[in-house]
């Protein structure tokens, strides 16, 4: 024994595996006038599953093609994490490099504190510097050289500052602590230049001032070489992360790729999902034929279908070509007397039938409506569906438009109060 078909599905898979059925069913349910819509629709189907075969295809790609990027963004994720390593291990060195500064500022200012002694043992050994020119002027020559190296080492620094800035905010530091080393020797340049002047007086304590200049210009040396030790670590972080900007805009133009191929896939979806639509609607306004009596009974006494075709002889005089071309493409026409106003003569309703019955449906009921209005018939503009939109909703409420959705009727008794008010007293 069959099980009987539970829902619209159940009775087209039941069709698929009974094709003997499919003959008798359209025999019975396409009146012979209409057996070429029907058949219309057998082809339409047809192409339709195949259709949806190609986008169940397609999406089967774009999965793929979906994973394939999901693994080329975990290794890029991956590459990001050795980066942050990397620039992590940098950071480490720039410290390192901050503390060396930050005790070649110590010293410094050890050397000005020095200065300073030495000013004061200058005030007290004035009566021998006359005999230290010699010594003054070999100082001097090298007090020249020094400032020579630190210009270079100065512009060197600039140069680094430079690069610092491209590579990382907070190495800005860096340039603000060798400012203020350059700073700082401004001052002990400026000391040494009246040291200069006394320096003929003071030829022991020239001695230890040329040792403690040896000294700094080691320590300068010193603080070059680990310069261009930290240029060259910019240099290297560099070059990783132009590569690593290089397969991020890979990526992008991958992920680009994809999401236009999804465009056109929505877009194609959107057409075959427009055609399932528009079959359903046939479906329903074919339902809606045969079922006119069923479903406009109980508000229609001797409610029956209006054949386009009988009426078009009178229509015509009345309307010009353009209207009445307009108004025989109305899905369905269905007359009677309304039970509930049996005041009323008989009525015409102009129905538009939509799976999803939208603000055009309401629309061309109305206008389809006035066209038999002007003919001299009572017309109802009405739409029938299973779901209705949100705007379509507020037309039908405003405009007292009929709506039968899913078995239920809605805003009948105010249509025909617009049409004609029932008596008062």
């Not at 219309?40 to 190609?54: G, V």
């Not at 050289?145 to 491209?166: C, D, F």
């Not at 805009?249 to 680009?256: G, K, S, T, V, Y």
């Amino acid at each position: 024994m069959n099980v009987p078909p539970q829902s619209f599905q159940d009775l087209l898979e039941m069709l698929r595996q009974h094709p003997d059925w499919r003959q008798q069913l359209y025999e019975l349910v396409v009146p012979e006038e209409q057996r070429d819509v029907a058949g219309w629709f057998e082809r339409s189907k047809a192409e339709s599953d195949a259709r949806m075969r190609e986008v169940a295809h397609a999406l089967a790609e774009l999965a793929k093609a979906q994973r394939r990027t999901e693994e080329q963004m975990a290794a890029l994720a991956e590459a990001g994490r050795r980066a942050d390593e990397r620039l992590a291990e940098l950071k480490e060195a720039q410290r390192r490099t901050d503390e060396e500064i930050a005790e070649l500022v110590k010293a410094q200012r050890r050397t000005e504190e020095r200065v300073a002694e030495l000013a004061e043992a200058q005030r007290r050994a004035e009566e021998r510097l006359t005999r230290l020119e010699a010594t003054v002027e070999a100082l001097a020559e090298a007090q020249r050289r020094a400032e020579e190296r630190l210009t270079r080492l100065e512009a060197t620094v600039e140069a680094l500052a430079e690069a610092q800035r491209r590579a990382e905010e907070r190495l800005t530091r860096l340039e603000a602590t060798v400012e203020a080393l350059a700073e700082a020797q401004r001052r002990a340049e400026e000391r040494l230049s009246l040291v200069e002047e006394r320096l003929t007086r003071l030829e022991a304590t020239v001695e230890a001032l040329a040792e403690a200049q040896r000294r700094a210009d080691e320590r300068l040396s010193q603080v070059e070489e680990r310069l261009t030790l930290v240029e060259e670590r910019l240099s290297l972080v560099e070059e990783r992360l132009t590569r690593l900007e290089a397969v991020v805009e890979a990526l992008a133009e991958a992920q680009r790729r994809t999401e236009e191929q999804i465009a056109k896939l929505a877009i194609q979806v959107k057409q075959n999902t427009d055609q399932l639509g528009n079959m359903k609607g046939r479906l329903l306004e074919m339902d809606y034929h045969r079922k006119a009596g069923a479903i406009f009974g109980p508000y229609l006494r001797r409610a029956r279908v209006v054949n386009a075709g009988d009426i078009a002889d009178e229509l015509r005089p009345r309307l010009s070509m353009a209207d009445l071309k307009e108004l025989l493409r109305t899905d369905l026409m269905v007359r009677g007397f309304p039970v509930v106003r049996p005041d009323l003569p008989e009525v015409v309703l102009a129905v538009e039938v939509s799976s999803v019955v939208d603000q055009d449906d309401v629309s061309r009921a109305r206008r389809r409506a006035e066209l038999l209005a002007e003919c001299g018939y009572l017309a109802i503009p009405t739409v029938a569906g299973e779901t209705i939109t949100q705007g379509a909703k507020e037309e039908i409420a405003y405009h007292k438009v009929v709506a039968l959705l899913d078995g239920q009727i809605e805003q009948w008794e105010a249509a025909l109060e617009k049409l004609a008010p029932p008596a008062q007293g």
